[in-house]
């Protein structure tokens, strides 16, 4: 059975999505606060974790960046009261693969988490690899020679989607496809912060291969020669 991790001081609101989640099968732990679930963490695997913005012990998004480094790649869904888009961006950026903002209806929650979970699986072998760059499915990274960087969900499902097109031009909505699922929400503007986190960490490993957006059309891996 699938299980979600739900990191939230308020009780009431983690009860209410628990029972939520538990409607449609799905089991849910709670962790009160950043220390409990870094514990948590460690000693389970879950499908997807559901983080507040707004911690007692620190900020969920600075939780977030330091599991992303740590190389823990869980879909992440976070919940905060801001609703600005930088706001949207910024919990993008820090490796967020959703965001919802409260108050929220649970229908709409329980929908995004789901997507989070059956997200597609783009190539069924453990590797793939474009001119200098090895995306790894089991590692949830990408490697350049001895260099590497581990990859958010999406990341990894956007960067599969553009090695198995060997060079093509990917549309746009079958990236969205690949990295969300197909005919539900997806954050404004995802897409677009998805692949800038992406250029950044092909630059980080000192590939020789670009994220190239082709106006209109979509994005390819391209190799620059030379």
């Known amino acids: 059975m ?10 009431r609101l983690a009860d209410m999505v628990r029972q939520a989640l538990a409607g ?3 089991e849910a732990d709670l962790f009160r606060n950043i220390s409990e679930a870094t514990y948590g963490l460690l000693r389970a695997d879950y499908s997807v974790m559901i983080v507040d913005r707004g911690l007692p012990d620190g900020d969920g998004l600075t ?8 190389g823990q790649m869980t879909p992440c869904l976070m919940l905060t009261a801001r609703d600005a888009l930088h ?3 910024e919990g993008l950026e820090s490796g967020a693969d959703d965001y919802v903002t409260k108050p929220f209806a649970m229908s709409e929650l329980v929908a995004r988490v789901r997507t989070l979970m ?4 783009v190539l069924t072998a453990l590797t793939a ?10 590692q949830r990274e990408m490697r350049c020679g001895d260099m590497s960087v581990g990859l958010a ?9 553009l090695v198995e097109a060997a060079g093509r031009t990917v549309r746009h909505s079958a990236l969205e496809h690949a990295a969300w699922g197909l005919g539900d929400a997806v954050t404004p503007n995802a897409l677009e912060v998805t692949v800038h986190r992406l250029r950044k960490k092909l630059t980080s490993i000192n590939t020789r291969t670009r994220l190239t957006n082709h106006r209109g ?7 620059i020669s030379g």
């Not at 699938?2 to 009780?11: F, K, L, M, P």
């Not at 059956?118 to 699986?121: L, T, V």
């Not at 969900?153 to 989607?161: H, K, N, S, V, Y």
């Open 2 to 11: 699938s299980r979600v991790a739900i990191v939230e001081d308020s009780e």
């Open 24 to 26: 449609v099968g799905i």
């Open 63 to 70: 939780f977030l960046r330091a599991l992303r480094a740590a």
């Open 87 to 89: 706001d949207r961006v």
């Open 118 to 121: 059956r997200r597609p699986a």
């Open 129 to 138: 690899s474009f001119a200098d760059v090895t995306v790894d499915r089991q």
């Open 153 to 161: 969900p999406a990341e990894l499902q956007i960067m599969l989607c």
């Open 217 to 223: 059309a979509g994005f390819a891996l391209e190799k």
